[in-house]
């Protein structure tokens, strides 16, 4: 009961994102709106462009680039970026205790919200578009609404790779962490692509997904110190303990 009650102020907050995220379209400015528009033409135009980068990737791939391919998918799963997350928030518990800042702790934790918000937002479209996955050989044009959780747009690992590769890109100054972050997440994107597990216009589509809602959700949590903390929980007759997530309000 204690640690549901403790629990509430980390659940409202993710509520609140949640809400600010669903009214953002109405809050665009012409910049916005640009991008926006910008982002729609390109995925427009892989889709026309989808059978024949399939096509060309198929013609020239290997079993050497297929193995190398499926580690950076593997790498780009929602679990191992959960757990690099996590990996994150232990390290900045850790500088923390011995007198560091919290940038590490903070980082990882807005990091797996982000995440946490590209897989979901990809998992709407999936149910709503049905699309077939390039595997099933049913063409690139192949669509049927609300039949299928799992389809093919769109892309989950390339949304959530680029989604804490943005956040971790926003919150550390050095450039190398950008470059790292950005490069492994376009690795993700296209090893979908080689293994034939995504059109390209999945990926691209998963890929702005994830950068946006990175960037949105970094600038919620942009505060210094953030309002995202980890404090020690007891339980109620002191007999043991554990980790607590909240936010101030």
Do not use: C
Request: hydrophobic fraction near 45%; glycine fraction near 10%; charge should be neutral.
């Amino acid at each position: 009961v204690l640690a549901r009650q403790e629990m509430r102020p980390a659940f409202k907050a993710v509520i609140e994102d949640a809400k600010a995220l669903a009214v953002a379209p109405l809050t665009m400015d012409r910049y916005d709106a640009l991008k926006l528009g910008s982002a729609m033409a390109v995925i427009g135009g892989m889709f026309a462009a989808d059978p024949s980068i399939r096509n060309l990737v198929n013609r020239n791939s290997s079993a050497t680039g297929k193995k190398v391919a499926d580690g950076f998918s593997t790498f780009g799963s929602t679990e191992t970026l959960a757990g690099l997350n996590a990996g994150v928030i232990a390290i900045g518990l850790i500088r923390e205790s011995y007198g560091g800042d919290s940038k590490w702790t903070e980082a990882g934790l807005v990091s797996l919200e982000a995440e946490g918000f590209a897989v979901a937002a990809t998992a709407i479209l999936k149910v709503i578009t049905g699309r077939a996955r390039p595997e099933e050989h049913r063409g690139a044009t192949s669509f049927r609404p609300f039949t299928n959780v799992d389809s093919s747009f769109a892309s989950s690992s390339a949304a959530a790779s680029f989604a804490v590769a943005t956040v971790f890109a926003e919150r550390f100054d050095s450039p190398a962490v950008g470059w790292v972050g950005y490069a492994l997440a376009t690795a993700v994107a296209g090893s979908r692509v080689y293994t034939n597990k995504h059109f390209a216009s999945d990926v691209i589509a998963g890929s702005f997904i994830g950068w946006g809602l990175g960037h949105f959700i970094n600038q919620r949590h942009s505060g210094d110190p953030t309002d995202w903390q980890i404090n020690p929980m007891p339980t109620e007759r002191g007999t043991g303990g554990g980790l607590m997530l909240v936010r101030r309000f």
